[in-house]
Nanobody, 119 residues
Framework: QVQLVESGGGLVQAGGSLRLSCAASGRTFSIYAMAWFRQAPGKEREFVTSITWRGGSTRFADSVKGRFTISRDSAKNTVYLQMNSLKPEDTAVYYC????????????WGQGTQVTVSS
């Protein structure tokens, strides 16, 4: 099992920045990649960004390209999501996920952290 704990959410004005952290513990050697998803009220959960654990390859949703960055600290088993130029439409609960090479749904998920961007 892998446990994921997110932190860093909060309330920020439009145009501001936040950094989310996701600390992994347990059988972290089984992690192939980690990702951030988000779910806004009344909407389905959507992919935001991902990073492979060893190679550091990244992917981004079009809606966040150029504004969000993802990074990892392997020594700390932690992934970071730096969010800049935040918009009200970025408001959502952000979830960290750890994948084992299959679908994200088959991996591990954190409890989520709320990000609210005021206009």
């Amino acid at each position: 099992q892998v446990q994921l704990v997110e932190s860093g959410g909060g309330l920020v004005q439009a145009g501001g920045s936040l950094r989310l952290s996701c600390a992994a513990s347990g059988r972290t050697f089984s992690i192939y990649a980690m990702a951030w998803f988000r779910q806004a009220p009344g909407k389905e959960r959507e992919f935001v960004t991902s990073i492979t654990w060893r190679g550091g390859s990244t992917r981004f949703a079009d809606s966040v390209k150029g504004r969000f960055t993802i990074s990892r600290d392997s020594a700390k088993n932690t992934v970071y999501l730096q969010m800049n130029s935040l918009k009200p439409e970025d408001t959502a609960v952000y979830y960290c996920a750890a994948g084992r090479g299959g679908t994200w749904e088959d991996g591990y998920w954190g409890q989520g952290t709320q990000v609210t961007v005021s206009s």
